[in-house]
Nanobody, 124 residues
Framework: QVQLVESGGGLVQAGGSLRLSCAVS????????MGWFRQAPGKQREFVAA????????NIANSVKGRFTISSDNAKNTVYLQMVSLQPEDTAVYYC?????????????????WGQGTQVTVSS
């Protein structure tokens, strides 16, 4: 059974940084694409970043480009989301997801397993 467990969320002041981790079991991430999505209260789920199986191709949402970086550690079967210069509008529950597509897609429907999410709150 595939399981994803996110960690690293918390409360941070505007301008601060956080690194989210997503530990995967039941699927080797070197054969999958991994994505991060977020959902703020009252809003639809939003794509944040994705990385493909090779770790060489990434896709970053325009809203976070230049501030967020996605990376993977195949030895640890873990994906990371490094977030810097956080702003209050980044406040959301952040979800990790895995899919078998080749490209690091922004389409949530292509991901077949999701984590339970980790809360990120940015205070002004």
């Amino acid at each position: 059974q595939v399981q994803l467990v996110e960690s690293g969320g918390g409360l941070v002041q505007a301008g601060g940084s956080l690194r989210l981790s997503c530990a995967v079991s039941g699927r080797t991430i070197s054969y999958a694409s991994m994505g991060w999505f977020r959902q703020a209260p009252g809003k639809q789920r939003e794509f944040v970043a994705a990385i493909n199986w090779s770790g060489r191709n990434t896709n970053i949402a325009n809203s976070v480009k230049g501030r967020f970086t996605i990376s993977s550690d195949n030895a640890k079967n873990t994906v990371y989301l490094q977030m810097v210069s956080l702003q209050p509008e980044d406040t959301a529950v952040y979800y990790c997801a895995t899919g078998l597509q080749i490209v690091p897609s922004a389409r949530g429907d292509l991901y077949d397993y999701w984590g339970q999410g980790t809360q990120v709150t940015v205070s002004s």
